[in-house]
């Protein structure tokens, strides 16, 4: 069983930048892809970011491209999400999941955290 902590998240102005961080325990997820989602008031919930268990290859959204950057430390069992260049658009609950290859689809994953709120003031 694997349990999957965010971090991070809080108020930033549009234009700035934050880093949330997805810690994980239980067992190790060196092995496992991870995938960042987020979910606005309202709306799906939507992908986000995708790294494969190496962080070789990442994924990214459209909307997010050259703005977010996902990465991982596999020895701190942790994938981190930098974003930069917020917008309103990007305030959502960003939840981190955990599975056996980068889906853009949660139903692919097999573990998932609580979230963490991720605010931008326009």
């Known amino acids: 069983q694997v349990q999957l902590v965010e971090s991070g998240g809080g108020l930033v102005q549009a234009g700035g930048s934050l880093s949330i961080s997805c810690a994980a325990s239980?067992?190790?997820?060196?092995?496992?892809?991870m995938g960042w989602f987020r979910q606005a008031p309202g709306k799906e919930r939507e992908f986000v970011a995708a790294?494969?268990?190496?962080?070789?290859?990442?994924y990214y959204v459209d909307s997010v491209k050259g703005r977010f950057t996902i990465s991982r430390a596999n020895a701190k069992n942790t994938v981190y999400l930098q974003m930069s260049s917020l917008t309103p658009e990007d305030a959502a609950i960003y939840y981190c999941?955990?599975?056996?290859?980068?889906?853009?689809?949660?139903?692919?994953?097999?573990?998932w955290g609580q979230g963490t709120q991720v605010t931008v003031s326009s």
């Open positions: 999941y955990a599975g056996p290859r980068p889906s853009t689809s949660t139903g692919d994953y097999d573990y």
């Open positions: 239980g067992r190790t997820v060196i092995t496992y892809a």
């Open positions: 790294i494969s268990w190496s962080g070789g290859t990442t």
